[in-house]
């Protein structure tokens, strides 16, 4: 049987639960994108694959289609919580975060007075158009509208956190990157994609608190089927699952980060 042609290719870690996330978010707006739409990773969990027979489906064309569509959410305060808005052509609403701050089953890592549709916005403008997109660093910053007292400066924006190569603690560095709004390289495909792909794509809750577990998947499969296999519901051959913690990044336990995971010894027959 002739496998089908590849349609992108992702270089991926999936130790770094934000890129596996990524990927997760990849295949959602795949899906969306070009009906029918499939992905897997490689027997070494180092790329992440993606196949459908549409003739433009390609990550260049996915990626240049999230930079120009509408990214709406509420404003004021309830841009800290409610629900956010992926426009056209993916026609997404994003609220899988609306729980307590201090819920261990939810893998919600901002809190105060950082706004999700800001961040998403400044981590859209700084979105990559290329094949090795989570390794692509910028500083995120708001975006023209989103400027205070008609100041045009170019603020940093914090990201979501969920890159574990961002995570800091405050007495490590000696300061809260939150409060002095540090210039500091963030990787905006994976902190976008990544919260695209926690909506239908949970990780699940492990039995140590603060921890949670996902699985990769060898085959291809539609986003529907493959969020099942994602969040250790649904058992697969060849699959492999690993354990990740969420970090506290203050002594408050507000703020919190995506760390590195580990392999877990599950095998399916």
């Known amino acids: ?55 433009n489906a390609r990550l260049e064309c996915l990626s240049d289609k999230l930079r120009r569509c ?37 893998p919600k890592t901002w809190a105060g007075r950082q706004e999700v549709r ?52 405050a007495l490590d560095t000696g300061f809260s990157l939150d409060t002095q709004k540090a210039e500091t390289t963030a990787h905006p495909s994976v902190e976008l994609f990544c919260l695209i792909g926690l909506q239908r794509f949970r990780p699940a809750p492990s039995s140590i608190k603060w921890n949670f577990e996902y699985q990769t998947w060898p085959k291809p499969l539609y986003a529907p089927i493959a969020s099942g296999v994602a969040s250790c519901a649904v058992p697969m051959p060849g699959s492999k699952r690993y354990r990740f913690p969420l970090c506290f990044r203050d002594n408050q336990k507000r703020y919190k980060s995506f760390g590195f ?9």
Not at 70 to 78: D, K, T, W
């Open 70 to 106: 509408e990214i709406s959410g509420p404003p004021g305060a309830e841009a800290r919580k409610g629900k956010i808005g992926i426009g056209q052509p993916f026609d997404l609403i994003l609220n899988w975060w609306q729980t307590n701050d201090d819920d261990p089953k939810s």
């Open 1 to 55: 049987m002739k496998q089908p042609e590849v349609s992108f290719r992702v270089p991926v870690d999936v130790t770094n639960p934000g890129q596996f996330f990524a990927c997760c978010g990849l295949l959602e707006l795949a899906h969306r994108l070009w009906p029918g739409a499939e992905g897997w990773f490689d027997d070494s969990d180092t790329s992440f694959f993606a196949i459908s027979g549409g003739s």
């Open 261 to 269: 995971s580990t392999q877990l010894e599950v095998i399916y027959e």
């Open 118 to 169: 800001r961040i998403a916005r400044a981590a859209q403008k700084a979105l990559p158009v290329k094949s090795n997109i989570f390794n692509y660093g910028a500083v995120l910053r708001k975006r023209v509208e989103c400027h205070t007292n008609n100041r045009r400066q170019a603020d940093t924006v914090e990201p979501f956190y969920f890159d574990a190569r961002r995570f800091a603690h």
